[in-house]
C-alpha cells in the first residue's frame, strides 16, 4: 500500500514538472513574440546614465535622412579614452533605438595608416576640417614615443559635414573629471550636431548697434556660431517704433554712448512685449590699450542712460572693477637681456577666471569663463521678477570703487590674500518673471493710449540676462586680421568657456531648453572612501570569503527544503 502511494505521488510530481516545463516554454515564446511589437528599457542608475532625455527621443524620432558619425578614436588606446570610446559607441546604439537606420556609425583609427606621408596628410585635413589633435606619450622598450590622436568626429548630413570634439578640456579639472566631463556631455553633443544639421532656423537673434557697441568683427565668432541655429543680423533702433519687432532676443554687446530716451523706450517696450535681452555691459572706462601706453591709468564710470532701466528690472550694475586672484595671466617685461625685453607671465586680477560649480545648465559643465574689467552686481527686490546668479568670482575677491587707479606696477609685489576679503562678486545674473516698465508713471495719457504705440507698462513672463562685462563676446583678432575662436586665449593657448556660455544664454532666451536641459545630466565618479581603505586587509578577506560561504548556505537550505518535501 504504502509502494502504490510512493508510486502515485512520484508520477504525479513528473507530470507537474513536465507541466511547468511546457508552461515556461510557452511563456518564453509568447515573451519574445511580444517583444518583437512592445519596447521598453529599464535603467536602474541613479542618474538615468544609460537613458536618453524625452527632447533627445523625439530629436532622434524626428530624423528624416541618414546623420553619420565618423568617429576618430579607435586603435591602441589608453583606458579613459576606450572608456570614452565605449561611451560614443553606447549613446549612438541608444539613439539607434529610436532613429533606426537614420543613425549611422564608424570608429576609425587615424594612425592606422603605415605609409607616414598619408598619415599625415590626413592629420592635417582632420585639424583643417575642425578637430583638436591629442598627443600621446607612450612607453616602450626602446623608449617613450608620441602618438597623435583625434579625440572627436565628423558629422555628416546631406551636403553639410561639421566637427564635434569628444574630449572636453577644463581648467584645473583632474583628467578623471574632464574625462567624467566628457562622458556627460556626449548626449548634449550628439542632440546639438542633429540639431545644428537638420533644424530650419526660423528664429531672429540681433545685434544692437547705434552705441559704438562691439564691431562686427570682434563679434564675428559668436556671430557665426549662433548663426548655425538662428537668423542672426545686426539692427539699430534709430528712433524706430517697429525696429526690434521681428526679433525674438536681441544683444547688446558693449555700448559705449548713451542710449537716447527714444531709443531706450523702444528697448523697454521691446521687453513689455516679451522680448528677451542679453545684457554685455561695461560700466566702467577702461582697456588694456590704454594700459600699454601707460603702465597706470584711471577707470571712471560711462554715461550709457540705462542705469534706471536696469534697476527697475531688478538689478544694478556698480561702478566698480572686479578683482580677483583666480586670474588670468598676462606678459609684462620684466628687464632686458642685452638689447631684448625678457617677459614673464602674471595673473592680472582684472581678468578674472569664473568657475562654474553650480548646477544651473546654463553654465554647467562649461570650462572656466574668463571677464575683463568686470564690474560687480546688485539684485534688486522686484516684485515677480525671479533672479538667478549664473556668475561669481572665486573666494579671494575684491572690488574698487570708481575712480579706480589700474596699474600694471601692482604685479610687481606679491599678492596679499589678506585684501582679497570678498567672496563670490556677482557678475552675471538671469531675470525671470513679469517686469515692471521703466516709463511706468512717465508716460503722458494721451501717449500711452496711442494704438500705435502700443504702451504697456507691465510685460509678459520673459526674461533677460545681465553680464557686467562686454569682453566676454570679444574674440581675440591679429595684426594681419585673423578671427581666433571666442574665449581662446593666445597666452595660455587654452580656450575658456565664454563661446558655450553665450551660445547657451541665447538658447535658453530662445526657449531652446531641450537641448540646454542635456548639460544638467551628471555622472558621479564613485571613488573609493580613502580613509576605510588604509588597512585593506579585511576588506580582501571579506571579498575572498563571502561569496562562497554565500553558496554553501544558500545549497545547504536549498537541499534542506528539497529533501523535506520529497522524502517521507
Not at 531675470?431 to 516709463?439: C, I, M, Q, R, V
Amino acid at each position: 500500500m504504502v509502494v502504490m502511494k510512493k508510486d502515485t505521488k512520484k508520477k504525479s510530481s513528473r507530470q507537474q514538472s513536465i507541466m511547468q516545463l511546457l508552461l515556461l516554454l510557452i511563456i518564453l515564446v509568447l515573451s519574445n513574440i511580444l517583444a518583437g511589437y512592445l519596447f521598453t528599457r529599464i535603467d536602474m542608475t541613479q542618474e538615468k546614465r544609460y537613458s536618453l532625455s524625452s527632447s533627445s527621443v523625439e530629436l532622434a524620432k524626428k530624423l528624416d535622412d541618414v546623420v553619420y558619425f565618423r568617429i576618430y578614436l579607435d586603435g591602441d588606446l589608453p583606458p579613459g579614452l576606450i572608456r570614452l570610446r565605449n561611451s560614443m559607441k553606447e549613446m549612438l546604439d541608444e539613439f539607434r533605438v529610436y532613429a533606426g537606420d537614420n543613425i549611422e556609425y564608424e570608429f576609425v583609427d587615424p594612425s592606422a595608416n603605415p605609409d607616414e606621408t598619408e598619415r599625415v596628410n590626413l592629420y592635417k585635413q582632420l585639424s583643417q576640417k575642425g578637430l583638436y589633435p591629442t598627443n600621446l606619450e607612450e612607453n616602450q622598450k626602446s623608449g617613450q614615443s608620441q602618438k597623435i590622436i583625434f579625440p572627436g568626429a565628423l558629422v555628416n548630413y546631406r551636403s553639410y559635414e561639421v566637427p564635434m570634439q569628444l574630449l572636453k578640456s577644463k581648467l584645473g579639472s583632474s583628467s578623471e573629471e574632464m574625462l567624467n566631463s566628457s562622458v556627460e556631455s556626449l548626449e548634449y553633443e550628439i542632440c546639438s550636431m542633429i540639431r545644428k544639421l537638420t533644424t530650419e532656423r526660423t528664429q531672429r537673434v540681433g545685434f544692437l548697434q547705434g552705441q559704438k557697441e562691439l564691431s562686427t568683427m570682434q563679434i564675428a565668432d559668436a556671430a557665426n556660431a549662433l548663426g548655425e541655429f538662428y537668423k542672426v543680423d545686426t539692427i539699430e533702433i534709430d528712433e524706430q517704433l517697429n525696429a526690434l519687432k521681428d526679433f525674438k532676443a536681441i544683444i547688446i554687446a558693449g555700448p559705449d554712448t548713451a542710449f537716447t530716451e527714444k531709443d531706450k523706450f523702444i528697448l523697454d517696450q521691446f521687453v513689455m512685449h516679451g522680448g528677451r535681452v542679453l545684457w554685455l555691459v561695461d560700466q566702467m572706462q577702461i582697456s588694456m590699450d590704454s594700459l600699454e601706453a601707460s603702465s597706470t591709468n584711471v577707470a571712471i564710470p560711462k554715461n550709457l542712460n540705462i542705469d534706471d532701466m536696469l534697476f527697475r528690472y531688478g538689478v544694478r550694475i556698480n561702478t566698480d572693477l572686479v578683482m580677483d586672484m583666480q586670474a588670468a595671466p598676462i606678459p609684462i617685461v620684466t628687464g632686458f637681456v642685452g638689447n631684448q625685453p625678457k617677459q614673464e607671465v602674471f595673473p592680472w586680477y582684472y581678468f578674472p577666471l569664473i568657475s562654474t560649480d553650480i548646477k544651473n545648465p546654463l553654465v554647467h559643465n562649461l570650462n572656466m569663463i574668463k571677464l575683463e574689467f568686470a564690474s560687480t552686481i546688485d539684485t534688486i527686490e522686484t516684485d515677480s521678477v525671479r533672479k538667478t546668479v549664473l556668475l561669481s568670482t572665486s573666494k579671494l575677491s575684491r572690488f574698487q570703487l570708481a575712480p579706480a587707479r589700474v596699474s600694471l606696477n601692482i604685479l610687481r609685489d606679491k599678492p596679499e590674500p589678506s585684501i582679497f576679503n570678498k567672496r563670490n562678486l556677482i557678475t552675471g545674473v538671469l531675470l525671470e518673471g513679469k517686469f515692471t516698465s521703466a516709463y511706468k508713471g512717465r508716460i503722458p495719457a494721451q501717449v500711452a493710449g496711442s494704438p500705435e504705440i502700443n504702451y504697456k507698462e507691465r510685460s509678459e513672463a520673459t526674461k533677460m540676462i545681465v553680464v557686467s562685462d562686454a569682453n566676454i563676446i570679444e574674440n581675440f583678432i591679429s595684426k594681419k586680421g585673423k578671427i581666433f575662436p571666442l574665449g581662446y586665449d593666445r597666452i595660455t593657448q587654452q580656450t575658456y568657456g565664454n563661446r558655450n556660455f553665450i551660445l547657451n544664454c541665447v538658447d535658453y532666451l530662445c526657449d531652446n531648453k531641450a537641448v540646454l536641459e542635456l548639460r544638467g545630466k551628471e555622472f558621479r565618479i564613485r571613488l573609493l572612501d580613502q580613509a576605510k581603505i588604509e588597512n585593506p586587509l579585511w576588506i580582501q578577506w571579506l571579498n575572498l570569503l563571502l561569496p562562497p560561504v554565500l553558496i554553501i548556505v544558500f545549497g545547504l537550505i536549498f537541499n534542506y527544503r528539497r529533501k523535506k518535501k520529497f522524502v517521507l
